[in-house]
RNA sequence: GCUGCUGUAGCUCAGUGGUAGAGCACUUCCUUGGUAAGGAAGAGGUCGCGGGUUCAAGUCCCGCCAGCAGCUCCA
């Protein structure tokens, strides 16, 4: 599981270049050119925030002279422009910079656009020193309009080579726009080009619309599984040990220990039988499998026994076939459904780890299913229907992809990727499952189905992801005996549900902001004598819930009550029972319930029935 | 890996060359309190690690480690 990417939220696969604006200083005096097409109110947010984008660099060229400029696109919340400068920014920087925006929008009061030909763009761009615009210049195809979009006069004068389209101009118009991060972004996404500053920022057009945005912004920062994480005690990483590697705390031990009791019982229901191997094995494995030669930069480093090369493994797949591979099979044992919670390595790049996010250990929820292509439809199709009993079971809406053969690089029978693709199809149908086409997003071993799924915040992440494989059963020449006695070649799916626990866990924090639901929260039930005196009633209590396995906590130490009231509910506690002479009278425990100060007063054996029911339903919320 | 920034008590942070600070949390004592901070006292820091400059380094310089915002890449 994993968030889209921002790259993927910003949508800077489209082809850019027009759009997004390549832009440039002007000396020109703009009064001369001709007026910008009339565009008809109200504008597209996008068009704002592309102008914004515009009105942002004016100010960079301004204030920084011999600011060279990238690209400034609008994306999904907002805009960013890139700049070659000679000195770094710093966020002071940025209210420079707004301060600046403002004079000169209250200064332009048209944004105008001029058609130049390739000459006259490439005159303009050599004489301004705008390299990276003349390399944009030539990214525009032959034939196609070249158009500068332009604001400001005299000494402001600033004008960006530009498709378009923008607001009519700054003055007249009600926007409202704040800058918000500075970050390094190479020139056109190659890690081979220069690295420039990227500045980003958000704009709407009223100041209610970006208050909300920026408290949105700040809601996301108070979920961040990295906060909660060490707000409730719920794992560390450590210098220590390394970056990358995650410390599951007691507190998310429980939460992981109840999920993977889930998905156990669901792969039994499923037909799926446990298997284990080994995290290490001899690099040969590896070798057949592929992976040493496509994914090695991803593999740690061998290490040596009995003067062997053993790499730890950065997937599960090899183990499974070589248990496949252990002696013949036949078409009666088909299909064969394998799981394992699988710790896998990779070496992540130093920069890219995060949270329990992005991880360089990480245990995946795997499983193969080793089938005929005439199962396949079925296989798929239980897959998918536990992908949603998981999915709903944690309140995602989920998105599901069919993602089909790629134009090239790919290995198989043009049938088997039909039959395949056909099966992937088939088998949503059969579930009512509606695909969205990613018309050649497939693996280059086979087409796949792949989830998107939204959390609590309106975010995107990807899981769940169901594969089709046709390269390993070929590279382990995987087989079965068919009715005829003929060997046939079968075919493995590969299946995540959840992903990797790490992400998922650390998906699912954000997604609850630490309010996990009652079954797998780490403590279910706190319980707060009212004085000392009530603590043998709390007592009774408590032995009567860890009897049935709830997890209590029993705050019977000498203190104040509302401190640990406090405490419970800093914790996230779903139920505290807090208990005076009243309730022990009368065999009833005054409930109060996670994020509310109400209180119930119930008979403890009805709070028992209640949560008992909340267990079992595995409900989301506490009421009910 | 790359660009920029950051690292002081469990947490949030102050401290710009001259003997380490605050609030919260924690511990102890007092308080016996009916639903989110009662009172008092106390403990807690190799200032990320290693070098260097200096009479003197938390503070300046270099290297490393870790983290943050992104880029690139990904479960």
Not at 183 to 209: L, V
Not at 364 to 372: G, L, N, P, R, V
Not at 488 to 499: D, E, F, N, Q, S
Not at 535 to 555: H, I, N, P, Q, S
């Amino acid at each position: 599981m994993r968030f889209a990417s921002r790259r993927e939220r910003r949508d800077l696969r489209r082809p850019r270049w027009g759009r997004g604006g390549l832009a440039s200083r002007g000396h020109t005096d703009m009064s001369d050119v001709q007026a910008a097409p009339q565009v008809v109110e109200p504008y597209p947010l996008s068009n704002l925030r592309h102008s914004v984008a515009h009105l942002m660099a004016s100010a960079v060229g301004k204030l920084f002279p011999g600011a060279k400029f990238g690209f400034g696109p609008d994306i999904e919340h907002g805009f960013y422009y890139d700049f070659d400068l000679s000195e770094p920014l710093t966020d002071k920087d940025l209210r420079r910079i707004e301060k600046e925006m403002r004079k000169i929008a209250k200064r332009s009061p048209e944004i105008v656009r001029e058609e130049v030909t390739r000459e006259e763009a490439r005159k303009r761009l050599t004489e301004w020193g705008q390299d990276y615009k003349l390399e944009a210049l030539e990214l525009i195809p032959e034939g196609e309009a070249i158009s500068f979009y332009g604001h400001g006069s005299g000494a402001e004068a600033w004008a960006d080579l530009c498709e378009g389209p923008h607001v009519a101009g700054f003055q007249s118009l009600d926007f409202h726009f704040k800058l918000l991060s500075i970050a390094g972004a190479y020139w056109r996404g190659s890690e081979e080009n220069p690295m420039m500053q990227r500045i980003y920022g958000t704009a709407f057009w009223s100041k209610e619309q970006l208050d909300e945005h920026l408290e949105w912004l700040e809601e996301v920062k108070l979920r961040d599984h990295r906060r909660l994480g060490a707000e409730l005690d719920l794992f560390s990483t450590h210098a220590d040990a390394g970056a990358g590697f995650v410390f599951w705390h007691p507190n998310l031990g429980v939460v992981r220990r109840e999920i993977e009791a889930m998905w156990w019982d669901e792969h039994t229901r499923g037909g799926y039988k446990p298997v284990y191997t080994p995290h290490v094995s001899r690099e040969s494995l590896f070798a057949v499998s592929g992976h040493l030669e496509n994914y090695g930069e991803m593999m740690y480093a061998p290490m040596d026994l009995d003067e062997h090369p053993y790499r730890v493994k950065p997937m599960n797949c090899p183990g499974h076939v070589l248990i496949y591979k252990d002696r013949g099979r036949s078409y009666r044992e088909l299909p064969l459904r394998w799981a394992e919670l699988g710790t896998v390595y990779r070496n992540e790049r130093s920069g890219v780890v995060h949270g329990m996010l992005r991880v360089r250990g990480f245990t995946q929820d795997d499983a193969h299913i080793f089938c005929t292509i005439d199962q396949l439809a079925d296989e798929i199709a239980g897959v998918c229907r536990m992908v949603d009993k998981f999915l709903t079971t944690f309140g995602f809406e989920y998105t599901a992809y069919l993602a089909t053969r790629p134009a090239d690089k790919t290995i198989g029978e043009d049938e088997v990727w039909e039959r395949a693709t056909e099966a992937l199809r088939q088998a949503a149908e059969s579930i009512d499952l509606p695909l969205v086409l990613d018309e050649g997003g497939g693996a280059f071993y086979g087409p796949k189905i792949d989830y998107k799924i939204k959390d609590a915040l309106g975010r995107e992440w990807q899981n769940s992801t169901v594969q089709c494989d046709f390269n390993l059963p070929e590279r382990f020449d995987l087989h079965y005996t068919d009715t005829d006695g003929m060997q046939k070649r079968p075919i493995m799916v590969h299946r995540a549900i959840l992903g990797s626990l790490e992400r998922f866990v650390g998906g699912l924090i954000e997604h609850f902001g630490g309010k996990f639901p009652f079954w797998c929260a780490p403590t279910q039930v706190a319980l707060i004598p009212i004085r000392e005196e009530h603590a043998d009633y709390c007592r009774t209590l408590e032995e009567k819930l860890a009897g049935e396995l709830f997890r209590v906590d029993a705050m019977l130490e000498p203190g104040h009550m509302n401190k640990k009231i406090k405490h419970a509910q800093k914790e996230q506690v779903p139920f505290m029972l807090i208990a005076g002479e009243r309730e022990r009278d009368e065999g009833t425990v005054a409930v109060r319930r996670r994020g509310t100060r109400e209180q119930e007063v119930v008979k403890f054996d009805d709070f028992l029935a209640r949560i008992r029911e909340l267990r079992a339903t595995k409900a989301i919320g506490l009421d009910g």
